[in-house]
């Protein structure tokens, strides 16, 4: 599952040495941070056995853990425009072209429903 919120955008797949456990996957690190994960339970790059993954930055969280954290960011929805909302918060280059991305993405979408 891909999830993109004001926080950032990440993946989330059951993992496959461990059924009980998701394998949540981001691009940056700072996106697992803003989640509330902490920077020990995060594992990058150059701890995995692949040497270019998709996503280089994961965790492996309880799933009944982070379903919980998913309720959380639903529950604080604050806004009535969801890339307004990024937009408003965004303030470095990474958090630019998150927005930037986000923006093609809509786009992308919005193409697919009109065909």
Not at 27 to 39: D, E, P, V, W, Y
Not at 64 to 88: G, R, S
Not at 96 to 113: K, T
């Amino acid at each position: 599952m891909w999830i993109y919120s004001t926080d950032g955008f990440i993946s989330v797949v059951e993992d496959k040495h461990n059924p009980c456990r998701f394998c949540v996957r981001a691009r940056h690190k700072q996106h697992l941070l803003n989640l509330g994960i902490s920077a020990d339970q995060i594992v990058g790059p150059t701890e995995m056995d692949h040497p270019h993954p998709d996503y280089p930055w994961r965790t492996f969280q309880p799933k009944v853990t982070f379903v919980n954290v998913l309720i959380n960011q639903v529950e604080a929805i604050n806004y009535p425009d969801f890339k307004t909302a990024v937009k408003q918060q965004a303030g470095g280059r990474t958090e630019l072209e998150y927005l930037h991305a986000l923006g093609a993405i809509w786009s992308i979408s919005h193409e697919f429903e009109r065909r």
